[in-house]
């Protein structure tokens, strides 16, 4: 995020670049590919969801989990960071953490944006416009209504038995730009009252010659979201979680905020 998003890697810069370029574009290509039918979600990210197994299941609610996104190109891994993620999607706040500790949080409440690094100086700002649960990262959370349920399968990272939904989401054309197909996967977890399901891991994957959307199909690569670790959706609930210190300080910031540039 240029961003609360700033995690670890195990390839420093281009490496972490591209992974988060590639994971946003799963999301951006989904909002461009609206025009086409079959085509009308995002990029899963992590939640609780209401549903029937065989359909496509609604997600929302509150959550705290540590998240890992992993890239992989030709089936080996290229690039993987982590970091903590706490959001409520009734209020719409949500709070990123860092390995270092620092962290990025919106509290909707008096609609501000915290920046707190790992010295404990803080900045708030004020975003440009209204959260909405059509914004990231909320968004992050729909999956396509065009999925379908594919039975019972263990999620690629946390081989956790799930049930997986699945849609390939059409190659297009924009502006010239020839986008490629996006074979889309989401597998998510019946809780213990069979009334909700909880996001284990989601995929994105695309297959090119070259460079991605130049038709061919030597090369593949992949961004994976891990959200099993540490799902806490009680965590998510308090709004504690997004509350700053009274002992923490923090100085206004004139810095012009978009909920898109965050993520």
């Known amino acids: 995020m240029g961003t609360p998003v700033s995690p670890q890697s195990t390839k420093r810069g281009s490496g972490k670049v591209k992974l988060q370029l590639f994971l946003r574009s799963c999301l951006t290509?989904?909002?461009?590919?609206?025009?086409?039918?079959?085509?009308?979600?995002?990029?899963?990210?992590?939640?609780?969801?209401?549903?029937?197994?065989t359909t496509p299941p609604t997600c929302g609610g509150t959550w705290c989990a540590t998240v890992k996104e992993i890239m992989y190109t030709n089936e080996t891994i290229s690039s993987s960071h982590s970091f903590d993620m706490c959001m409520d999607t009734v209020s719409l706040n949500w709070k990123?953490?860092?390995?270092?500790?620092?962290?990025?949080?919106?509290?909707?409440?008096?609609?501000?944006?915290?920046?707190?690094?790992?010295?404990?100086?803080?900045?708030v700002s004020v975003p440009q416009g209204v959260a909405d649960a059509s914004q990231m990262p909320f968004s992050f959370m729909d999956i396509d209504s065009a999925a379908h349920f594919q039975g019972q399968a263990n999620s690629p990272d946390s081989a956790i038995d799930s049930s997986k939904y699945y849609h390939n989401r059409p190659s297009y054309s924009s502006n010239g730009v020839k986008l490629p197909a996006e074979q889309m996967t989401w597998y998510v977890l019946p809780s213990s009252d069979d009334a909700t399901f909880q996001m284990v891991e989601t995929t994105c994957g695309q297959t090119y010659g070259t460079t991605p959307g130049d038709g061919g199909t030597s090369s593949t690569q992949s961004g994976n979201r891990?959200?099993?670790?540490?799902?806490?959706?009680?965590a998510g609930a308090d709004s504690a979680t997004y509350t700053v210190p009274e002992s923490l300080d923090c100085e206004s910031s004139n810095e012009e905020v978009t909920f898109a540039s965050l993520f």
Not at 29 to 53: E, G, Q
Not at 107 to 113: C, E, I, Y
Not at 227 to 234: E, I, K, L
């Open 96 to 123: 990123q953490t860092k390995p270092d500790g620092s962290y990025s949080m919106l509290n909707t409440a008096d609609n501000k944006l915290y920046n707190v690094n790992a010295r404990g100086k803080c900045t």
């Open 226 to 234: 891990d959200f099993s670790s540490n799902f806490d959706a009680a």
């Open 29 to 53: 290509n989904m909002f461009k590919s609206l025009m086409l039918p079959a085509v009308l979600a995002i990029l899963a990210f992590v939640s609780s969801c209401s549903a029937a197994l």
